[in-house]
């Protein structure tokens, strides 16, 4: 139960786009289409932006889109706002658990 | 609407135990697998245990494996998390979630509802 490898930080302007990814294993990401990703804000619950690799839940803007390509999970936010500022999370079912990536801060130039 | 409401928490000696409980309203509780997510202070997230919408398939991470037991009353929309021989490093906010999609197993969507979690302290 290795936790996923995510960037500790990315930053970008608004209006620009940006990228996370999110690299496991065949064992997790590889082998099921069972990726999410979640936004956390300072002392808020997560919220989820994306499931199932590439859905998005009600709500969510369509700036966010999630993809996968192996082992590697990605999570794209387009068109940069400032309330995009905050942490986020892969997440990705490995057969008898679940694995969280150890989270990554976007932060808005 | 979907409200989740953690509860149980509190400052706990090592070797101790504590139950927490999750109140579930909005939604059709015995429809959706469960599950409970920790946040260290300052740390990531971390999926601790989930339990299918029968209780018939249930996980644990290795880091509570033995110790942790979950389990849930559907007659009362409630989750339950009983935590056993505590250590220092199960201290965390504790979050019940749900998982987006109905009649899962512990093979989790994703977390689409989370409880505002309880704060777990173990120190002597």
């Known amino acids: 139960q290795s936790a996923l490898t995510q960037p500790a930080s990315v930053s970008g302007s608004p209006g620009q786009s940006i990228t996370i990814s999110c690299t496991g294993t065949s064992s997790d990401v590889g082998t099921y289409n069972l990726v999410s990703w979640y936004q956390q804000h300072p002392g808020k619950a997560p919220k989820l932006m994306v499931y199932e690799g590439s859905k998005r839940p009600s709500g969510v803007s369509n700036r966010f889109s999630g993809s996968k390509s192996g082992n590697t999970a990605s999570l794209t936010i387009s068109g940069l706002q400032a309330e995009d500022e905050a942490d986020y999370y892969c997440c990705s079912y490995a057969g008898t658990s679940t694995v969280f990536g150890g989270g990554t801060k976007l932060t808005v130039l | 609407e979907v409200q989740l409401v953690d509860s149980g928490g509190g400052l706990v000696q090592p070797g101790r135990s504590l139950r927490l409980s999750c109140a579930a309203s909005g939604f059709t509780f015995d429809d959706y697998a469960m599950h409970w997510v920790r946040q260290a202070p300052g740390k990531g997230l971390e999926w601790v245990s989930g339990i299918s919408w029968n209780s018939g398939s249930i996980g644990y991470a290795d880091s509570v494996k033995g110790r942790f037991i979950i389990s849930r009353d559907n007659a009362k929309n409630s989750l339950y998390l009983q935590m056993n021989s505590l250590r220092a490093e199960d201290t965390a906010l504790y979050y019940c979630?749900?998982?987006?999609?109905?009649?899962?197993?512990?093979?989790?969507?994703?977390?689409?509802?989370w409880g505002q979690g309880t704060l777990v302290t173990v120190s002597s």
């Open positions: 979630a749900k998982d987006h999609n109905p009649y899962r197993g512990i093979a989790v969507a994703g977390f689409d509802y």
